[in-house]
């Protein structure tokens, strides 16, 4: 078992610290919020006054941050975490973040001769409780074997993609399309209702045909399809709206940065875009049925 220092505990990183303690791990755990670090301390973690102090005698420093300037914010620059984890760590960032920023981080980690890969992950809140992740790597195979004990510990796909930054571009191509599958989704769930058909039941066919998807089986977006989905909550929990924003502007950076062409992600930044401001940034990004359905 590792000496693990875990440092954000959002709606993803709280539940993956939980899997951490109960596969054996020693975790101490840092985050901004203290509500989020006292739930980590009551399921057996050591709390940290900051980040530099959780990472002391760590073997091992998972990351589970918002957005690429917290990732930045917290490895780089003067006072950087990266100057503060013993020599022989590994890092582990399993934020989603710009490629650049990934492999940036990743080269001044090696600078200082820390091993560091990027593995966002995939599954959603639901994945991240029942400890069913998957993790999309980029680094050197070397540093996944390292890291494959601790993220056994917290999902049950590894996917090693390539070089450092290679597992955001990856993570950005599944969200991107994920994106979109929700968004028409939720078009279709709509145009059903609206010709009095049963959500319910057309959600069941869908999710039984050529329209299957993840929206239509795990995070439905019509309230009352799906008893733990974030729509029959208000649209609370899950992934927010505006994280999926952020991630589909990463997309569409990442794809001018090659000349590739997005027209259904740039449509679907737009459909975010456009529920962000009619109020439901905060909300988990099904919400964006919303702008079809006013009655959801």
């Known amino acids: ?20 303690l109960k596969a054996g791990h020693s975790v101490c755990v840092y985050d901004l919020s203290q509500p989020a670090i006292d739930a980590a ?19 091992v420093v998972v990351s589970m941050l918002p957005a690429s300037r917290h990732v930045e914010g917290l490895y780089l620059g003067d006072g950087g975490l990266l100057a503060a984890i013993p020599a022989g760590a590994l890092v582990i960032d399993c934020s989603t973040i710009a490629p650049a920023s990934a492999k940036k981080v990743a080269d001044a980690a090696a600078a200082r001769g820390l091993a560091m890969i990027d593995a966002p992950v995939s599954g959603g809140t639901a994945g991240a409780a029942a400890g069913t992740l998957t993790f999309i790597v ?23 993609v390539g070089d450092s930054g290679a597992g955001q571009v990856a993570k950005l191509c599944n969200n991107m399309a994920l994106g979109a599958i929700m968004a028409v989704t939720g078009e279709a769930l709509a145009l059903g209702v609206a010709h009095g058909l049963e959500p319910k039941v057309l959600s069941q066919m869908m999710a039984v045909s050529t329209s299957r998807s993840w929206a239509t089986e795990v995070c439905n977006p019509w309230p009352g399809v799906l008893e733990n989905a974030p729509a029959s909550r208000g649209y609370t929990g899950g992934f927010g709206n505006d994280l999926m924003l952020k991630d589909l ?27 962000s401001r009619a109020g439901n940034g905060g909300l988990d990004f099904s919400s964006v049925v919303k702008l079809v359905a006013k009655d959801v």
Do not use: W
Not at 1 to 20: E, K, Q, V
Not at 41 to 59: F, I, L
Not at 138 to 160: C, Y
């Open 138 to 160: 980029g680094g050197h195979a070397q540093a996944l074997e390292r890291a494959r004990p601790v993220l056994e510990s917290m999902g049950r796909n590894i996917f090693h």
């Open 1 to 20: 078992m590792s000496r693990i220092a875990f440092i954000g505990l959002g709606n993803m990183g709280g539940p993956m610290a939980a899997n951490l």
């Open 249 to 275: 502007g990463l997309a569409a950076e990442a794809a001018m940065g090659v000349g590739a062409s997005i027209p259904l992600g740039e449509l679907a930044r737009n459909l975010y875009a456009m529920n």
């Open 41 to 59: 301390v009551t399921a057996g973690a050591v709390a940290a006054s900051d980040a530099h102090a959780a990472v002391v005698d760590a073997e």
